[in-house]
């Protein structure tokens, strides 16, 4: 009985993560602040967010640095524990080259559906994995699925950074598609979830980065939008 009350309770949080990510706007969580929203930054310029899940894969994610690289962007990378094995190389080349990076749990997991203390490990140890590669503390999580709640107590504190633009760029692999998708929401303000496991979500997102820097838009992190 207590199983099947267990399985209940996740599905339903399920769906309420689901329904709550179809809200546009950007949350930030693990110290208190207010959401911040669109055209909060005190100017005209319009600003974008492109934010990475899940990597770093071996072939995708050095792809997608060089593309970066090239039209002078920075991103937000959450990265999965268990990838960065054997790719530290590549966690290290994201820091060195400017973007953030962030914890994405360390067996992409659903925390609210762990007990405090799973939840607290797959957090701590997918933060030190990083740190002793970068040597700098991290200060963001995305949680998986977007499901998180900032009273766990874990001997971390970070800002829970999550989008308002998701094309489904892991559920349909089609570099036309996901640009469209993008394309036809995005505005300022907007934070774009991608993940950089996919080589059709890398040939979109420096799609996506072409025309929105043709229209005018400027390229931040998504920490920008909490701290300005």
């Not at 706007?25 to 967010?49: M, Y």
């Not at 570099?175 to 040939?203: C, F, M, N, P």
Request: charged fraction near 25%; charge should be negative.
């Amino acid at each position: 009985m207590k199983h099947l009350m267990r399985i209940t309770i996740c599905f339903c949080l399920v769906i309420v993560v689901y329904c709550h990510m179809q809200e546009p706007s950007l949350e930030v969580g693990g110290s208190g602040e207010e959401p911040v929203r669109e055209g909060e930054l005190g100017d005209k310029i319009k600003r974008v967010a492109i934010t990475f899940d899940d990597g770093p894969h071996p072939v995708y994610t050095p792809r997608l640095l060089d593309g970066l690289k090239e039209r002078n962007v920075k991103a937000m990378f959450f990265l999965i524990g268990e990838n960065i094995v054997g790719r530290e190389h590549i966690v290290r080349r994201m820091a060195e080259e400017g973007h953030i990076i962030g914890n994405h749990t360390f067996h992409h997991v659903q925390l609210n559906c762990l007990n405090e203390e799973v939840a607290c490990q797959e957090i701590t140890s997918t933060n030190e994995l990083i740190e002793s590669i970068i040597n700098k503390p991290i200060e963001f999580i995305r949680p998986p699925f977007g499901a998180w709640s900032s009273k766990k107590s874990c001997p971390v504190e970070l800002f829970t950074i999550l989008w308002n633009i998701d094309p489904l760029d892991w559920k349909d692999q089609n570099a036309d598609l996901i640009v469209q998708r993008v394309l036809s929401e995005v505005k300022d303000g907007s934070v774009i979830l991608l993940h950089d496991v996919y080589d059709t979500s890398v040939e979109a997102a420096l799609r996506i980065i072409d025309a929105l820097q043709a229209e005018g838009y400027e390229f931040v992190t998504a920490d920008q939008f909490i701290l300005n």
